[in-house]
């Protein structure tokens, strides 16, 4: 019975792990700056995850990506532009978003972002830094 079991278990599909990203997204909202935290799982091409705590779903292909923050009261929030890396290696996103218009909730105004992949935590207990 074991070996049988373990012989349907090897023969299930193996499905690529979604890889964990957290990123700082700046928005420039009429010369003032937004920031907000945007957590992407991404699966191939599709992404998942949370802006500030609204949903989010979205893809990405080759140096393009597109995503769309919907908020408790199902307002829109789109971002579409291009990833990149920085000179130090950082992951970089840099586009537009479109945000519902405060003034006019049937009108939609378009501002620039940009955005950058946080470094991962390293692994291990806390630490603190020595004082020079």
Not at 98 to 104: A, L, M, R, V
Request: proline share 8%.
């Amino acid at each position: 019975m074991l070996c049988w079991m373990l012989l349907w278990l090897a023969a299930m599909p193996v499905h690529a792990a979604a890889s964990h990203e957290d990123w700082v997204v700046i928005v420039d909202r009429w010369g003032n700056p937004l920031y907000q935290a945007l957590v992407l799982e991404r699966s191939e091409r599709q992404l998942r995850g949370t802006l500030d705590g609204d949903r989010v779903e979205g893809e990405a292909s080759g140096g393009h990506v597109r995503f769309v923050a919907r908020d408790a009261r199902g307002a829109e929030y789109a971002f579409e532009g291009t990833t990149g890396k920085r000179g130090t290696g950082q992951a970089t996103m840099n586009g537009t978003a479109t945000f519902p218009d405060p003034n006019d909730p049937g009108r939609r105004a378009t501002h620039a972002f940009t955005a950058r992949l946080l470094p991962a935590r390293p692994p291990g207990p806390p630490r603190v830094s020595p004082r020079s």
